[in-house]
């Protein structure tokens, strides 16, 4: 894996001065792509933290006689939705569960795929065996299909549309975390720590994941954009949040019926959704350029 | 060669079993009774006994598995609880419509895909480079259903040039009436392999280019043209690897496509077998989905091993 092990060279050679994750910052900092697609993205984060002390309206309520009213209405200026309730209001605080249900999951299975990568990784053998052939069953679905099928099989409900998509995104980091891993166990720097008697346990939380834990965060970090337009695609099929919590997909589903009344409008929370996630796929690809020390 | 192919050929044995578990087990982790459906809220017991005896469920797990894959192995999946029709029937006349969107989707995308990352690995970091790159990062950051929504607007209600949803009526056939209905779920889906193969492509090509042999054609007094013929000629095998994927990721992922423009295919069951929780056809669905993916693979990784003569392993 090209990727991964990349990175990993380096971190023998690095200058002194800064340490490594020192010059990988400084790196990312002078990249204008990066920077304002990490602006973006905080203003978002914030605004969705910072909801109820915006002065929004209120999310839940609507009135049947303000239905479906143009951009720039008086007192709504993104116009107000199929029920009536405030654009505005809604598209900030639909992400809260947006961003949550999109990124928990890569969360949840970072910690969990990179402890099992590693496992997998550092112990070579039967251990190894087991758990990347496991991993490998989950390999012959294909994501979307797996995510559906577990969320249709678990039932609709935020909490299980975040089991299912971490399920999903486990088996990958583990394939990378496992061949990370596979690439620092035999370096003289384990070796040393071996002949001086450190317990494999040892050497795993200390020596092996701090050097193998970057890679594998980088390699996260590029799926959140995956994960953001998937959680938002279950609730758009109904699987993921219930009405009327205010969320982008699903409120994607809800104004579909009113694209022929007024069609930009309706298109409006796929804006939220493309945004984050194109934000993360271009900061993923800066902060990879930046691990890449050899330019 | 002959080993090779022989290994890659068992090892697809105990994946098909697995996933076979897989599909089984999801269904029956599931919470609430298969029967919920189809059952009146007023059922006697003796007609629940009945009808649990007649779809099985009344066996232990294990035992339920094992019937349901070796009659999965002689072409039954059982009957859908909602319609009652064979499972089976039901999912191969979806398949064949989801088939025809999901390869028309990969050929747009892989010649869409080709195009931008030749030109952009050809013109590495001109404004070319630049503009196929943006296009590639839109196509695999765009959520897909959000842009099918997007093209209905803009073509079928502000231009009512192309219909929004449905797949025409009658049978498939090649003409205008059909064909109208394909294209823009079929360029929807093609966005996402075309930024895919775009940006694999692109890499490709950077690191033919630093190739020895590239010196050695320019040296030898050959065309910009011929060199850069070569470089297509030497990046085709990978980008076919990587196209065959991702026939299989949207043949599993139209769901969402589908939905958004009603098209009558695997998605369409899906959906209905989620939301009637009509468990056999659920299981079925899936079942048959990803083992077009595992076959799919399969011929991804023999046909790769036949066109490069390196993959030689034992």
């Known amino acids: 894996m090209a990727i991964a092990t990349e990175p990993l060279r380096e971190i023998a050679i690095v200058e002194k001065r800064r340490g490594y994750w020192g010059t990988v910052g400084r790196r990312l900092v002078r990249d204008p792509v990066s920077m304002i697609c990490a602006g973006i993205l905080l203003l978002i984060f914030l605004s969705a933290i910072f909801a109820p002390w915006l002065g929004l309206a209120d999310p839940f309520r609507g009135s049947m006689i303000t239905r ?94 975040i089991v299912s998509l971490t399920i999903v995104f486990i088996p990958p980091i583990a394939r990378v975390a496992e061949s990370v891993t596979t690439s620092v166990r035999n370096l003289d720097f384990v070796d040393a720590a071996r002949a001086s ?3 494999a346990l040892t050497i795993m939380r200390v020596h092996v994941m701090g050097n193998v834990l970057g890679p594998i965060f980088v390699y996260a970090t590029s799926l959140i954009s995956v994960s953001m337009i998937l959680a938002a695609g279950l609730s758009f099929l109904g699987l993921g949040t219930r ?3 205010p969320e982008w997909g699903l409120m994607l589903n809800t104004l579909r019926t009113a694209i022929y009344v007024d069609p930009w409008l309706a298109a409006l929370p796929g804006v939220m959704i493309f945004a984050v996630s194109i ?10 350029s930046a691990m890449d020390i050899r330019n | 060669m002959f080993v090779y192919l022989a290994k890659r050929l068992l090892y697809t044995i105990p994946i098909v079993f697995s996933v076979a578990l897989v599909c089984f087990m999801l269904v029956h982790l599931s919470p609430g009774d298969p029967l919920v459906s189809i059952l009146p809220a007023d059922a006697s017991a003796q007609l ?20 349901w894959i070796t009659n999965a192995l002689g072409g039954d999946l059982g009957n859908s609880i909602a319609n009652g029709r064979p499972v089976l029937s039901e999912v191969l006349n979806a398949v064949g419509n989801t088939l025809l969107l999901a390869c028309a989707a990969s050929i747009l995308g892989f010649a869409l895909g080709m195009f931008f990352g030749l030109v952009a690995g050809y013109f590495r970091d001109t404004w070319i480079d630049k503009l196929a790159t943006s296009i590639a990062i839109a196509g695999v ?68 280019l630093s190739n020895d042999f590239v010196d050695a054609l320019r040296a030898k007094g050959l065309g910009e043209r011929r060199v850069f013929a070569h470089v297509v000629k030497n990046a085709a095998p990978t980008a076919i690897a990587v196209m065959g994927l991702q026939l299989g990721y949207l043949l599993g992922g139209s769901i969402l496509i589908e939905t ?21 056809l659920l299981q079925g669905t899936i079942l048959v989905l990803a083992l077009f993916f595992v076959f799919l693979n399969l011929a991804v990784d023999l046909l790769q091993a036949m066109i490069d003569p390196r993959i030689k392993r034992g």
């Open chain 1, 68 to 161: 479906l009213r143009p951009f720039g209405t008086e007192g709504h200026p993104l116009g107000t939705d199929e029920l009536g309730r405030d654009m505005l209001s809604r598209l900030i605080y639909g992400g809260r569960l947006s961003l949550l249900i999109g990124i928990l999951p890569v969360f949840n299975a970072f910690v969990i795929g990179t402890i099992l990568g590693v496992i997998a990784g550092y112990n070579g053998g039967w251990a190894n065996s087991a758990i990347m052939r496991t991993i490998d069953v989950f390999y012959a679905f294909p994501s979307v299909l797996l995510a559906i099928a577990i969320s249709g099989a678990l039932g609709a409900g935020v909490l299980n549309s």
């Open chain 2, 260 to 280: 958004v423009f009603s098209w009558p295919g695997t998605g369409f069951l899906l959906n209905t077998a989620i939301f009637q929780r009509d468990l056999p």
């Open chain 1, 243 to 245: 009405p009327p919590q």
């Open chain 1, 197 to 199: 008697g450190a317990s």
């Open chain 2, 141 to 208: 950051s765009v959520p897909h259903y959000w842009l099918g929504m997007v093209l209905v607007i803009i073509f079928s209600v502000q231009l009512n040039w192309l219909p929004a949803v449905g797949a025409g009526s009658g049978s498939w056939t090649w003409t205008w009436a059909h064909v109208q209905y394909l294209i823009l779920p079929a360029v929807t889906m093609a966005v996402i392999p075309m930024g895919i193969v775009t940006r694999t492509v692109r890499a490709l090509v950077g690191d033919i």
């Open chain 2, 48 to 67: 629940e006994a009945r009808l649990r005896e007649q779809y099985g469920f009344d066996r232990p797990l294990p035992v339920q598995f094992w019937i």
């Open chain 1, 279 to 288: 934000g993360f796929n271009l900061l993923s690809d800066g902060l990879r």
